[in-house]
């Protein structure tokens, strides 16, 4: 091991049940009799706690992707498109693990600012400091019809309202003074009232008196994590995202999207280390490169076009399946969902001229994340230039198909990052702004 220690990377798995692969839950290798069970997830989690891996994280939506042809068929025929409620399910995982920080998504744009809080608050006491919370604003009108509207509202106004559910939560966690709680049994004090404080937020959504009843917690505030990469979604993350998670096809699209949110949040005032900007990718590793070039080929064949045609006109809230499925990808003049990836279709297709069928088989991959398909030295080389050429502080690992495509990136790629003094070997503290490097915010409140 390499003892003269440089700057680290910071790693963390992107869980779902079967894998990233669109068709991964076809793999033999896929347990699908474990998919709804607490064990398997205790298991995925328990192996990211051997990789050392700074946090697990869960994404989530509202509702059966039905965008592609308005109907939830093409989905629950090819994908596994079934899930669990994330929240619920980090709260469980922080029962059974120790160290590994814990990401669950919850969507502005369908909650209130005081559950949410609350709900992060009390499960960063429970899991000693390890909770983070990815601030999603939702893209799919079908999610929208969960909630009482038939269109899920413009995507500037998603973020203006994310921004003031943002400013409400960040109140109502310093609304508790570190020192509040007394636990004078002898005065017969509880807490001390001058360290409580109302928040009297009254916005264009929300009105908020506060305080909230659970105290500061140990991080103070959870980790906010953040994914937009459109203009607005980009500032929204400067604002207040402590890790960022992006979709990054090249070296050169990765460094500049790094250099503009080191630039955007120090247009807010915080320095470059204040967030941690985590590109997805999916490692499709195995001991040997040719071995890796199978497993790839296996995932492959299982791939359904219509799994991918479905997962991204639900990602970017447009019908693809009014256009013929062997012709050219359309121009998608009037989709509302995620901007920044209907640009990287865009780039794409204007490239390679795709029929929409292909699109779909492709799209199922990876969603336009990154892939690298090699040796554990090929995935470690990959992960480092990145690493050291300003493309990003760490990555958001997804694995190709669960739960061997983890465990296998925990024994190959791992060892590989630490011999390098790359990653480390142990965890150094017990919070997940310890592994991140992250400060403890301190209470804004006035005493
Ligand atoms: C790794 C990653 C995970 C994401 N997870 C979710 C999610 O769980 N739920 C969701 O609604 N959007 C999710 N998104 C989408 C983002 O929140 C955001 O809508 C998207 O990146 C597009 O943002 P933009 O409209 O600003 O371009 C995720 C994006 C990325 C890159």
Same mark, same amino acid.
């Given at each position: 091991m390499n003892s003269d220690r440089g700057r680290q990377l910071h790693l963390g798995v992107f869980l779902d049940a079967a894998g990233h692969y669109a068709s991964a839950w076809r793999h033999p290798a896929t347990p699908t009799d474990m998919f709804f069970r607490l064990d398997y997830y205790k298991r995925l989690a328990l192996a990211a706690e051997r990789g050392k891996f700074d946090m697990v994280f869960f994404s989530d939506r509202y509702g059966i992707p039905d965008r592609y042809g308005d109907s939830f068929r093409a989905t629950v025929r090819s994908l596994h498109s079934a899930r669990l409620d994330p929240f619920t399910l980090i709260t469980a995982l922080a029962g059974v693990t120790e160290r590994v920080g814990l990401t669950a998504t919850v969507s502005t =744009?369908?909650?209130e600012p005081f559950h949410v809080a609350r709900q992060f608050a009390s499960l960063d006491l429970l899991s000693g400091g390890r909770a983070a919370w990815n601030v999603v604003t939702s893209t799919s009108d079908n999610e929208a019809r969960n909630f009482g509207e038939e269109r899920i509202p413009d995507h500037d106004s998603r973020y203006e309202r994310a921004r003031e559910f943002l400013d409400v939560a960040n109140g109502l966690w310093d609304s508790w003074e570190e020192d509040a709680l007394v636990f004078d049994k002898e005065a017969g004090v509880y807490a001390d009232g001058d360290k409580v404080h109302y928040l009297h937020h009254r916005g264009r959504h929300f009105g908020v008196r506060g305080p909230l009843d659970v105290p500061r917690s140990p991080q103070g505030r959870p980790v906010l994590v953040q994914a937009g990469s459109s203009d607005t979604g980009r500032d929204f993350a400067a604002r207040v995202a402590e890790v960022i998670f992006t979709a990054q096809p090249s070296l050169d699209g990765a460094r500049s999207f790094y250099a503009d949110m080191k630039t955007r949040a120090a247009a807010y %005032?915080? =320095?470059?280390?204040s967030n941690k900007v985590m590109p997805g990718l999916m490692p499709i590793v195995a001991g040997t490169e040719a071995e890796a070039r199978e497993t790839e080929a296996l995932l492959a064949e299982f791939a359904d076009p219509l799994a991918g045609l479905a997962i991204l006109s639900d990602q970017i809230n447009y019908d693809l399946s009014v256009h013929p499925l062997d012709g050219p990808v359309p121009e998608l003049l009037e989709a509302t969902g995620m901007q920044s990836r209907l640009k990287l279709v865009a780039k794409l297709t204007q490239s390679d001229s795709l029929t929409l069928r292909q699109l779909g088989r492709f799209y199922g991959g990876s969603r336009l994340h990154r892939k690298i398909v090699g040796s554990p030295v090929q995935i470690a080389d990959f992960l480092q230039e990145w690493f050291v050429k300003g493309a990003c502080d760490g990555f958001n690992i997804m694995p190709p198909y669960l739960p061997d495509g983890l465990d296998k990136f925990v024994e190959l790629v791992v060892p590989e990052l630490q011999n390098r003094g790359?990653?480390?070997?142990?965890?150094? %503290?017990?919070t997940l702004r310890d592994h991140l490097g992250l400060p403890r915010p301190a209470s804004r409140s006035r005493s």
């Open positions: =744009s369908f909650s %005032g915080r =320095s470059p280390d790359l990653f480390r070997e142990e965890y150094e %503290g017990r």
